[in-house]
């Protein structure tokens, strides 16, 4: 069995997706047709050839732009589906994805036709794929945090059908503790709590997401190894970090996957998961990202057994769920021969 195949069958959960991030430029054509959008592009290939980032920034100004093709339930309802088919074809068995609702409200697309859309989709793969899931909703940080409650606010008939609170966008600039207050509201409402940090940002955002937010994973998390101390505590609370390999190419986080710091990561005993961000996008998805940095860093087929399962152990399944997720992969590595 080859790196490919391995990597396939292996199962696999992934924690950090967003949503409009998985949006094909196909698909983005076909949208704008449906809903008579104009796009900024001839063709596909114009779109694809736009897809050239120096930071977080460049892709953050695209990625809005593209999203703005998404209108209607039935919009969201294909942009999940097609995600799924995905991920189902790369070995995947569950994935929590994020969502930005206020990208979408600014457009005057109603919180609802947006959730609803992706409900949708995700009782969908679960019926015919087997593919479980979890929604996250992800809070603009360039916005302010009034604007954060007001969306928590208008999620409110839905929370029992979404997992947790999550933070993306520009990251420098806008520290976590920005947001302490609606992460506490999200808390109390018994969500889960997660934040992108430490992508450009600082060590010291990594620290405000864990203390000010309480965060029960990090997205990214790259630059937490800049600091001794924050890797130590990462360690000893087994937080999960979910790293996405070609997005960190892609947005010049890393200037070569040989540079790239997930050998360092399994090394220092960190729970690195592997992740695709944003696939349509960064060009690839979640086997991608696996097989990217396997072949880049030399992984082992231990290592990439280690990051399976720890996409598992970070995941907001319930723990029976995770103990019998965490048997398939054994079931599966008993009964795989491997020749990396
Ligand atoms: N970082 C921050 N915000 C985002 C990202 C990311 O990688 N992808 C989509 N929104
Ligand atoms: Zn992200």
Redesign the pocket.
Known sequence: MDLDAFVTGLPKAELHL?I??SLEPELMFALARRNKVALPYASVEDIRAAYRFSN?QD??DI?YAGAGVLRTEEDFHDLGAAYFRRLAADGGRHAEIFF?PQTHADRGVPFPTVADGLLAAMAAAERELGVTSRLILCFLRHLSEDEAFRTLAEAEPYLDRIAGVGL??S?VGHPPGKFARVFQAAGERGLKRVA?AG?EGPPAYVWEALDGLRVDRID?GNRALEDEALVARLVRDQITLTV?PL?NLK?CVVEDMAAHPMRRMLDLGLRATVNS??PAYFGGYVKDNYLAVASALELTADDLVTLARNSFKGSFLPPAEIDRRLAEIDRYVAGAVVTL
């Open positions: 967003h409009e991030g977080l892709f953050l990625y930005d993306d966008s990251e992108h992508e990214h996405c997005s947005l961000d944003d």
